[in-house]
T-cell receptor, first 115, second 112 residues
Framework: GAVVSQHPSWVICKSGTSVKIECRSLDFQATTMFWYRQFPKQSLMLMAT?????????EQGVEKDKFLINHASLTLSTLTVTSAHPEDSSFYIC???????????FGPGTRLLVL | GEDVEQSLFLSVREGDSSVINCTYTDSSSTYLYWYKQEPGAGLQLLTYIFSNMDMKQDQRLTVLLNKKDKHLSLRIADTQTGDSAIYFC????????????FGPGTRLSVLP
């Protein structure tokens, strides 16, 4: 199956700093990638849809200036959490749309802890 | 709006069959999916079914789709301890079916 990687797996940062998370499709090209947030023991919440070469589409209630998304190539999307605060601590998961199968393949997730 | 519902917990004995149920609301969903999430990990695609099918089998996994009732189920035969995880049902929505709506997840516990 298709493989999606995320980096880093874990990040701990101080309040007020910015954190960048990378999402890569390793063996296929993804024109569309998705960023989700998952709280403990809850389901995934879609934050935004990232389209290669264009602006991301954010879900209602997600601050686009807070969560900057850049999809500069067909294999890489980045999520930058700007001026992170403790309430931004969460598990962030990306996925990439695999066109031939109309499916999404997920990365392993990035756990962010803001102190 | 779109909504996907699942029971939150299921316990079975090792070797028994597990059946995880899901209901969804968007009748225009093109595909329906089952994902597995182990602790601290991302989601692993288990299987998916096209909306014009009513059954799909893949080794120990059987997916049943009742489109009239908007009901999807995942049956795991000969459940093993390694099957313990959270199972998410998802439907694809939107003009191009590219957005997924996930259920809350069913936590499957396999008892020895």
């Amino acid at each position: 199956g298709a493989v999606v990687s995320q980096h880093p797996s874990w990040v701990i940062c101080k309040s007020g700093t910015s954190v960048k998370i990378e999402c890569r499709s390793l063996d296929f090209q993804a024109t569309t990638m998705f960023w989700y947030r998952q709280f403990p023991k809850q389901s995934l919440m879609l934050m935004a849809t990232s389209n290669e070469g264009s602006k991301a589409t954010y879900e209602q209630g997600v601050e686009k200036d807070k969560f900057l998304i850049n999809h500069a190539s067909l294999t890489l999307s980045t999520l930058t959490v700007t001026s992170a605060h403790p309430e931004d601590s969460s598990f962030y998961i990306c996925s990439a749309r695999f066109p031939a199968e109309e499916t999404q393949y997920f990365g392993p997730g990035t756990r962010l802890l803001v102190l | 709006g779109e909504d996907v519902e699942q029971s939150l917990f299921l316990s079975v004995r090792e070797g028994d069959s597990s059946v995880i149920n899901c209901t969804y609301t968007d009748s225009s969903s093109t595909y329906l999916y089952w994902y597995k999430q182990e602790p601290g990990a991302g989601l692993q695609l288990l299987t998916y079914i096209f909306s014009n099918m009513d059954m799909k089998q893949d080794q120990r996994l059987t997916v049943l789709l009742n489109k009239k009732d908007k009901h999807l189920s995942l049956r795991i035969a000969d459940t093993q301890t390694g099957d313990s995880a959270i199972y998410f049902c998802a439907e694809s929505i939107g003009n191009y079916g590219q957005n997924f709506v996930f259920g809350p997840g069913t936590r499957l516990s396999v008892l020895p």
